[in-house]
């Protein structure tokens, strides 16, 4: 069994190319729509972990009102060696946040730890553990 997100954002291109440098991430896999955009893509971040992004708006997006769901967290734990990374997709995403929760600092259990909503709508907590 495998979990696998799907995240929902406007402007999926946009968003696909942020996400590429924040983690220094690959497209894994993506399916196109007839004038080349993204219609659908998966981001690969390290060791097989992996999210999906798709255009809101898009043929994959719910009809009518807008339903969120319950609030959902992507959290990315690095290893200790890495905190250079972590500090990195931290500046990048704080960069015109939509809600910045917690900035990056201890806490009880790590070394490292932010919570914040990106410019997409997206709740990041990224961390050392």
Not at 44 to 73: C, H, P, Y
Request: charged share 25%; with cysteine.
């Amino acid at each position: 069994m495998k979990l696998q997100t799907f995240t929902y954002v406007d402007g999926i291109d946009e968003a696909v190319a942020f996400y590429l440098k924040v983690f220094d991430a690959m497209v894994k896999e993506s399916y196109l729509n007839k004038d080349g955009t993204y219609n659908l893509c998966e981001i690969g971040l390290a060791r097989g972990i992996s999210f999906w992004v798709a255009e809101r708006k898009g043929i994959s997006a719910i009809e009518g009102d807008v339903n969120t769901g319950n609030i959902m967290q992507m959290c990315v734990r690095y290893d200790k060696t890495d905190i250079a990374k972590l500090e990195k997709a931290y500046q990048m995403l704080k960069e015109n946040a939509l809600n910045l929760i917690h900035s990056l600092q201890a806490a009880p259990w790590t070394s490292h730890s932010c919570d914040l909503i990106d410019k997409y709508g997206l709740r990041w907590c990224l961390m050392v553990g």
